[in-house]
């Protein structure tokens, strides 16, 4: 069974999708929401760029806070920042991180 989970409207890397499939104890998008908060996190941005970091918490709009978070452009550390804002628009989806942080894509 995979350690990551991944929910948005694009392709991710590899974890549990949320497609409706036939399993006995299956997860909604906002159970899968709640569960991540205060954990290690990938979010993916329309633009491709990633923001991993700490959720700290999220609305129904998508609209991401983070904590520690780090950004990563073309797989490379560009920029460190300790709180982050992420507008929901712009988010590709958001994925649990299977690294700690500071590890490197």
């Given amino acids: 069974m995979s350690g990551g989970g991944s ?11 949320f497609s409706g499939g036939g399993s ?6 906002s159970d899968f929401l709640k569960s991540i908060r205060g954990r290690p ?3 993916k941005l ?4 990633d923001y ?10 998508m609209n991401i806070a983070m904590e520690q978070t780090e950004e ?12 982050a804002f992420i507008r929901g628009n712009n ?3 958001i ?9 490197g894509a």
């Fill in 91 to 93: 988010v590709l989806y």
């Fill in 41 to 43: 996190v990938v979010v």
């Fill in 52 to 61: 991993r970091g700490i959720l700290a918490c999220l609305d129904g709009y």
């Fill in 24 to 29: 006995s104890s299956t997860k909604t998008p």
């Fill in 7 to 17: 929910i948005g409207s694009g392709g991710g890397g590899g974890g549990d999708k």
């Fill in 72 to 83: 990563y452009v073309n797989g490379q550390l560009k920029n460190k920042y300790g709180d």
């Fill in 46 to 49: 329309n633009s491709g760029v």
């Fill in 95 to 103: 994925s649990t991180s299977k690294r700690t942080l500071g590890d």
